[in-house]
């Protein structure tokens, strides 16, 4: 049986009536201002009790009132008479106006109950103050209607909030130092730049045309009571905003340390995570009034009462990939079939060189033991290239990373004047990830015509334990990675037996393409953001990857229309490779572009309208014009528009006789048409996180359309494609190939990292 933490208003109000108001007396004219100052008086409404929400923008109406009796219209016709608010009739409410009424009651029913809002977390009040401990108490929240009910689902977790400390403060004015923050309330990265030079209490903002000091502004814009008059205000760069902001001290935390993890008793398990949700439904909620009447909430539900599908798509035991040859193998065999099979692609020889903090006996010997791991599996011969450094080894003498980086640019026209297929390995002296990327960076950097080297990662402990013959599963996966990377497109140490797109209605099994794209924002000051995204086809052969500038944080209609004439020409330009090179062919017929996270509906519009209309404006035309003019690429075309949310707060169990396990993997859980929940990879510790994936569009180019996959169909093809994680052979994870690599992509460039076109990021 699948349970879920979501909990139903089980005396929910049934076809709940609604009013709206207009109001014609507000003292805003733009359509902004308008409505954050609309959304004031909603909040405030809220406050004394009033379920409102914002009416929708197509309405006559400001502000709609759900069920509301004599004395709550009375309430708001005194309250706001200024505003000359006038009552439309009453009318039966829309699905949207209770499910936003409803978000709204949650909401103040939490801050009123000593809730912070902490980016997607809800952190008490009490918890935040308490610096004894970095680890906050937090739930994941998130109010909407179920099945026409009221519904809660909730999360328990951990908010990690670093105190920041009068010496960060102090850093922070060094300009060879970064001090990166986080800041309420939406918890956004920053960069701090230091003192303002004066306290809370002597600056004042303006707030609806009011001035107000930065407590009582911080109070009134956003509900957060924990500023002082006498606590000092800090500058902080907001890279998303692209401003530098002085913001209180007590909302500005440090940033999370990098390797830093929670602890294990942190790391809820299923029966504690249902015991703790049930918890504080029960203790937070038991009081939470709606539309007149005291919420009552149920207990867990199950995914049938809920009217939830629950498919399964097999585990990895029934799950086959195709190795060197052609031949078949189970997923869970790849370690053997390797060593007598070889790769997919065919072997792969090159050069290394390593760049270690000191040179030494088990710097050698385990590098000797990973080249020979390399070749016990087949998948080709590495040898330490003797003419670079001293026999391959480049020594730079520090731990520190702007050391690395110096000591690249030294040897850099060395490795230039190498021929063959070369792979530079980064020796870590830690978790500090910082040196790795600053030595990616120099060693992909074009330097006055110096070509990019690819670089492996590896620990100076997993290094010490191959030369000590314990460190066998580092180096078989090590292996793996550095195959990719030296053997670049077309790449695969396996692929699937059965191509991933092999179900879906209507497409050719084997024609599809799967672009995972992200926005990322380099750390220096007016940086611009960068759109980026990997690809694979679906047998899960690597194709290429990509980059480049958007002007903004949001994908505008110019780069996503930039961004799809990219991926068609490098995916047709494989498809041509595959049919000459003898390999299996690629017929590229279908494409799917899927989004690292939630697609809102401003974002969705656009992405419809540009494959559709082009972009007129800047004479860029629709796809299907670009598909039929072209002699490179294909006459015809499918395009779905995905969305891959990492991190949704719903949760899925399984009941074990009393108790609580976690789902299997290869189990979802359906809602409606366009979405589902994907439990792709059953955890060794802790509580399965599902994926969410929606549809958000589907359109054939060219051709006669084909239907619109179902959520349960592309459940079943992001399962498959997460089959193909060559970085761990012997245990595949949670995310498809594509997203892997995206996710990569996306890390290096936030490191300020120009990654070379097409270099996989494995």
Not at 106 to 132: A, C, M, P, W
Not at 354 to 362: A, F, L, Q, S, W
Not at 573 to 585: L, P, V
Not at 647 to 671: C, E, L, Q
């Amino acid at each position: 049986m699948m349970l879920t933490n979501i909990f139903q208003m089980r005396n929910a109000p049934e076809n709940p009536s609604m009013r709206r108001v207009k109001l014609s007396g507000l003292p805003v004219d733009e359509k902004r201002d308008r409505i954050s100052f609309i959304q004031a008086i909603i909040s405030n409404l809220n406050k004394m009790g009033v379920d409102a929400s914002l009416a929708p923008q197509d309405s006559e109406g400001d502000i709609t009132l759900l069920s509301p009796d004599g004395n709550e219209l009375d309430l708001m016709r005194a309250t706001y008479d200024t505003f000359n608010p006038e009552f439309l009739g009453s009318k039966k409410a829309t699905q949207y106006e209770v499910e936003e009424a409803w978000q709204n009651r949650v909401r103040t029913h939490l801050s009123e109950n000593g809730f912070q809002k902490v980016g997607r977390k809800y952190v008490r009040v009490d918890d935040i103050l308490d610096q004894s401990s970095d680890f906050k108490e937090a739930y994941e929240i998130q109010a909407e209607i179920i099945d026409g009910k009221p519904a809660i689902s909730i999360d328990p977790c951990t908010r990690i909030m670093e105190a920041l400390s009068q010496d960060d403060i102090r850093r922070a004015s060094d300009p060879e130092e970064r001090v990166d923050v986080q800041v309420l309330p939406k918890w956004k990265n920053g960069e701090l730049v230091g003192r303002a030079g004066f306290k809370a209490g002597d600056k004042s903002f303006e707030y609806h045309g009011e001035s107000l000091p930065t407590p009582k502004y911080w109070k009134k814009k956003y509900d957060i009571e924990i500023v002082d008059d006498d606590e000092e205000m800090l500058d902080i760069y907001i890279p998303d905003y692209d401003m530098e902001l002085p913001y209180p001290a007590s909302v500005v935390f440090g940033s999370f340390s990098r390797g830093r993890s929670l602890p294990d008793d942190l790391k809820k398990g299923p029966k504690q995570r249902v015991s703790e949700a049930a918890t504080a439904i029960d203790q937070y909620f038991d009081s939470m009034q709606f539309t007149g009447s005291e919420a009552d909430l149920s207990k867990l539900t199950t995914a049938k009462e809920l009217g939830y599908n629950t498919p399964s798509f097999g585990s990895s035991y029934d799950f086959d990939v195709r190795l060197g040859d052609e031949r078949k193998a189970g997923v869970n065999d790849i370690h053997k079939s390797l060593k007598r099979d070889g790769p997919y692609a065919g072997p792969v020889n090159g050069e290394y060189v390593v760049i270690t903090p000191e040179d030494g006996r088990e710097v050698r010997e385990g590098f000797d033991e990973l080249a020979s791991i390399y070749n016990q599996l087949n998948l080709g011969s590495i040898s330490r290239c003797s003419e670079v450094g001293n026999d391959g080894i480049i020594e730079v003498g520090s731990q520190n990373s702007n050391t690395y980086a110096n000591r690249i640019t030294e040897v850099r026209d060395q490795l230039d004047a190498i021929d063959s297929d070369l792979i530079a390995f980064v020796v870590l002296p830690g978790h500090n990830q910082d040196v790795y990327f600053q030595a990616r960076g120099k060693l992909f950097e074009r330097l006055f015509g110096n070509n990019p080297v690819p670089a492996q990662a590896i620990q100076y402990k997993n290094v010490v334990k191959l030369a000590n013959d314990n460190g066998y599963f580092i180096g078989v996966n090590t292996a793996s990675q550095v195959y990719v990377k030296l053997g670049k497109v077309g790449s695969a140490v396996w692929i699937l037996d059965e191509p991933a797109d092999a179900h879906v209605p209507g497409v050719e099994p084997g024609s599809t393409c799967y672009a995972y794209h992200d926005v990322s924002r380099r750390p220096d000051k007016k940086s611009a953001a960068t759109a980026y995204s990997a690809t694979t086809d679906s047998y899960g052969r690597y194709i290429a990857t990509g980059a480049q500038p958007t002007g903004g944080e949001k994908l505008t209609d110019e780069v996503f229309h930039s961004i799809l004439n990219e991926l068609l020409r490098k995916v047709s330009a494989f498809h041509r490779r595959q049919e000459t090179s003898g390999e299996k062919d690629f017929h590229f017929k279908r494409l799917v572009f899927a989004k690292d996270g939630k697609i809102g509906w401003k974002e969705q519009k656009m992405m419809k309208k540009v494959i559709r209309e082009g972009v007129p404006s800047e004479g860029k035309r629709p796809i299907s014009e670009i598909l039929d003019e072209s002699g490179l690429l294909p006459d015809d075309m499918i395009i779905d528009v995905v969305s891959v949310n990492k991190s949704p707060n719903k949760r899925v169990v399984t009941r074990d006789g009393n108790g609580f396990d976690n789902v299997a993997g290869g189990n979802a859980m359906i809602y409606g048409d366009e979405s589902g929940l994907l439990v792709s990879h059953k955890p060794e510790r802790g509580t399965a996180k599902p994926l969410e994936i929606t549809a958000n569009d589907h359109v054939s180019l060219n051709r006669d359309d084909v239907p619109e996959p179902t959520a349960e169909s592309l459940l079943k093809e992001y399962y498959n494609l997460s089959y193909l994680n060559w970085s761990s052979i012997f245990s595949q994870g949670k995310y498809a190939l594509p997203q892997i690599l995206t996710q990569n992509l996306g890390e290096n460039l936030s490191a300020g990292i120009d990654v070379p076109e097409n270099m996989a990021m494995i």
